[in-house]
DNA sequence: AAGTGGTCTAGACCACGTT
DNA sequence: ACGTGGTCTAGACCACTTT
């Protein structure tokens, strides 16, 4: 966390050719906090420093910190407590768990999900793994497979693929010693925070090894679910092809 | 849009039993705005009073108003443009048409969508339909069936249902004397505006009719797509449930 | 020039949590 | 009592649009 320039006025030149791009104050401080917090400087669960401080660590009123500190709880990168400060967003939480996971049961409750790792390897990465994370066909890739149940049934099958240098060191045996989110996992071991995700849904027929680990029939349409997740700096970090069983459960998704 | 009485400081007594629920004065000019926008004081499209006339109205300072007028944008209840004014949302745009349709296509740019209205008639509600509308079972509705096609391949079956008394006098002709989105149909024609929706996704196999209607052989694979929307005062006044095939196209979805 | 929303400031006071 | 975030105010100035 350093100091550095912040532009006060729209900058008069721009040249005859270049464009200006200026932003407003709070929004410079906005991504300097993101570069913060992607360098590390305070861990998800940490406390950032209080509004007065940043005010005046930056130079500016306490109302343009706390503009800036809106926009990143608003996007989840931090939670505000009242009377107890500004935290990094953390995945080990029982109020982002399920930011992720849409999954939601027909009816009743919602159960804890049980997850169970088929598989850990190094694998090249196909040239459709390497563009999802902006990687080279051929670079090494972790591959896990791993399956979620509810109350014993078999639900969702993972397929997860992630950069072997980020993840360097990740086993099975590491996994498997773990129990909670898988991005409270990453976080953790990795330090490397999910902080935002595109999903692609498609419906189509399980295949033969699919079928197999949920316990339904081949040919039974299940959901197809491709998501990118990206870290502070927009960063494609993680692939995942989800393939969902929605009998039971179903995708919720709200619209605004 | 009428003088009210704003609370300025908790109450103080809060009595012994019961809750205060006290609201800040941004959120209780939220709410005003919200009723009044219920009330049809301002059409979608139309301006909104200037944000020193609302303070002026109601007896605050300008700040105050922005930051309710601020979460209104955010909800997409309402449009800022500086130097103009702000406005009330509305179907007819680019930038907000595209709000409730999830569908991208797999590769290139999104076609425009060509609906084709198959079907629409008067029926008493069945006790799905009564419950996800707020009815008694048995109460008319009105059924719709519509095909939605991207570069004339038909790709969305919708069959959607809405309140009779509502959307007295809706027929299939003056549907098909209308070009654009549904809820921009609803919108100037019914006074309704579509405010937020809930979806719940699930892969079904298709069955004869639908599959025959979308040019695919029974059993493939499709997505099912529940939505029930709702209008200001959340009021559900929409179910619709969509058949997509997701060959060519997917269902696309952010996750902050 | 006038009116709109957008940014920034400085200060007051409240609500909440900890010491 | 103190420090934190939460609300509210009053005023200044900027950027954009229309008259």
Redesign the pocket.
């Known amino acids: 966390m350093m100091s550095e320039a912040l532009v006060?006025?729209?900058l008069p030149a721009a040249s005859s050719t270049g464009s200006a791009a200026?932003?407003?104050?709070?929004?410079?401080?906005k991504d300097l906090l993101v570069q913060a917090l992607d360098r590390g400087d305070w861990k998800p669960g940490e406390?950032?420093?209080?509004?007065?401080?940043?005010?005046l660590r930056f130079?500016?009123?306490?109302?343009?910190?706390?503009?800036a500190?809106?926009e990143l709880?608003a996007e989840n990168l931090l939670i505000?407590?009242?009377?107890?400060?500004?935290f990094v967003s953390t995945h080990h939480e029982a109020r982002v768990r399920f930011r992720f996971l849409r999954l939601a049961p027909n009816q009743g409750e919602a159960q804890p999900a049980e997850s169970q790792i088929l598989d850990c390897k190094r694998v090249r990465a196909s040239a459709e793994i390497a563009r999802a994370l902006e990687l080279k066909t051929g670079d090494t890739v972790v591959a896990i497979r791993r399956l979620l149940s509810f109350a014993s049934v078999p639900t969702v099958v993972d397929d997860i693929y992630l950069s072997g240098v980020l993840f360097k060191g990740l086993t099975a045996e590491l996994l498997n010693g773990y129990s909670g989110p898988l991005y409270g996992f990453f976080e953790t071991e990795f330090g490397i925070s999910m902080v935002r995700a595109e999903e692609k849904v498609r419906a189509v027929s399980a295949d033969g090894e699919i079928s197999a680990l949920l316990g339904i029939s081949k040919d039974t349409p299940i959901l197809k679910v491709d998501r990118i997740s990206y870290t502070y700096a927009d960063r494609p970090v993680e692939l995942r092809m989800g393939h969902y069983v929605t009998n039971r459960y179903h995708y919720r998704n709200s619209l605004n």
């Open positions: 006060r006025k729209p200026f932003s407003p104050l709070y929004r410079q401080i406390a950032i420093p209080s509004e007065t401080e940043l005010a130079q500016v009123s306490q109302g343009t910190v706390r503009k500190v809106d709880a505000r407590r009242q009377g107890k400060g500004t």
